[in-house]
Nanobody, 125 residues
Framework: QVQLVESGGGLVQPGGSLRLSCAAS????????MGWFRQAPGQERESVAH????????AYGDSVKGRFVISRESANNTVFLQMNSLKPEDTGVYYC??????????????????WGQGTQVTVSS
């Protein structure tokens, strides 16, 4: 079992920044790939960013490339999502996820088998 707890969401103005954190527990952190997804009201869940077990490989959704950065910190069993140049369309609930059955990096939701409860991000003036 892997437990995931997100934090860092909130209200931010367009052009601003936020950093989301996801604390993982339950299994050795190096044993799973991590990712972030988001879901806006009335829309499907969207892939945002992903990082491999080692942290050496990352992948991003087209809508966030160049603005968001995913990283992981093994010392604290935490994955981060640094979000810059935020836009109103970035608004949604952001979910952290863990994939324990992939060897390197996971990029689709069905590859992930553990999910956090989500944290709300609202980008508005």
């Amino acid at each position: 079992q892997v437990q995931l707890v997100e934090s860092g969401g909130g209200l931010v103005q367009p052009g601003g920044s936020l950093r989301l954190s996801c604390a993982a527990s339950g299994r050795p952190f190096s044993g799973y790939a991590m990712g972030w997804f988001r879901q806006a009201p009335g829309q499907e869940r969207e892939s945002v960013a992903h990082i491999s077990r080692s942290g050496l490989s990352t992948a991003y959704g087209d809508s966030v490339k160049g603005r968001f950065v995913i990283s992981r910190e093994s010392a604290n069993n935490t994955v981060f999502l640094q979000m810059n140049s935020l836009k109103p369309e970035d608004t949604g609930v952001y979910y952290c996820a863990a994939a324990t059955t992939v060897m390197t990096i996971a990029t689709t939701s069905r590859q992930y088998n553990y999910w956090g409860q989500g944290t709300q991000v609202t980008v508005s003036s």
